[in-house]
């Protein structure tokens, strides 16, 4: 079983899809505990319902990035955190945190990476152009949305979709594609190669195809 702390920093509708994964016996992790960098979020309460330690470490408090993630770093060799999983958390990791967690951090960005780091990033593929958007969870770099990516999941965009119907879109397979990329790592099935992810025993031919000519 794997000792897994969730960072977050509002809804924690991606950490209540982890906490639902987890309350299932044969799955590989369990959440230790989970830290806002903000008070008062919803996040929060969805932890305490499950029963979960809580933790807010308030940026606002602290002179610098690297003070803040050092107390971060703290409370999580405190809870014997051996896995972190970002979902929603908005806060830079500065590359010391970073690299003393290497490999040992997952994240969920609404978008294909490589494409629409960042914020806003539903507005910037309506925006694109491109027929298609997703997710990605991947193992954090110190760079912003960036890393070894594990699992994608494809949306496709129609002509009547706005940011919000999108975003509702691409949350539903986050909710999906989280639980499955933090079993494999909790399992021991996946090996940095570089820049890309190899997962053992996995079986492609389940993997979906999806015909982009709309009928
Ligand atoms: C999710 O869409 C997640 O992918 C995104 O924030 C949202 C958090 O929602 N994360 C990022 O943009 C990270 N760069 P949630 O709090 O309901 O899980």
């Known amino acids: 079983m794997v000792n897994v702390a969730v960072l977050i920093s509002g809804g924690g ?9 987890c309350a299932d016996k044969s799955f590989p992790a369990r959440i230790a505990l989970v830290i806002s960098n903000n008070p008062g979020v919803k996040g929060l309460e969805r932890a305490e319902k499950a029963g979960i330690p809580t933790k807010v470490i308030n940026h606002r408090d602290y002179k610098s ?6 107390k971060l770093h703290e409370a999580l060799l405190e809870s014997g955190t051996e896995l972190i999983c970002l979902a929603g958390f908005m806060r830079i990791l500065d590359t010391r945190f970073v690299n003393r967690w290497k490999n040992k951090i997952l994240n969920i960005h609404p978008s294909l990476l490589p494409s629409f780091k960042g914020l806003h990033t539903q507005e910037r593929a309506l925006e694109a152009g491109v027929r298609f958007t997703g997710c990605t969870v991947h193992f954090v770099n110190p760079e912003l949305d960036d890393g070894p990516i594990i699992i994608q999941a494809a949306v496709a965009i129609n002509p009547d979709d706005d940011a919000d119907t999108l975003a509702a879109k691409v949350l539903t397979q986050e909710h999906i594609i989280y639980p499955q990329a933090l079993r494999l790592v909790a399992e021991g099935r996946t090996q940095v190669d570089g820049s890309r992810v190899i997962i053992r025993d996995a079986n492609y031919a389940t993997q979906k195809i ?3 000519i709309p009928e």
């Open 13 to 21: 509708t991606n950490l209540q899809a982890l906490i639902d994964a």
């Open 65 to 70: 990035r690297e003070e803040f993630d050092d």
């Open 210 to 212: 999806i015909n982009p």
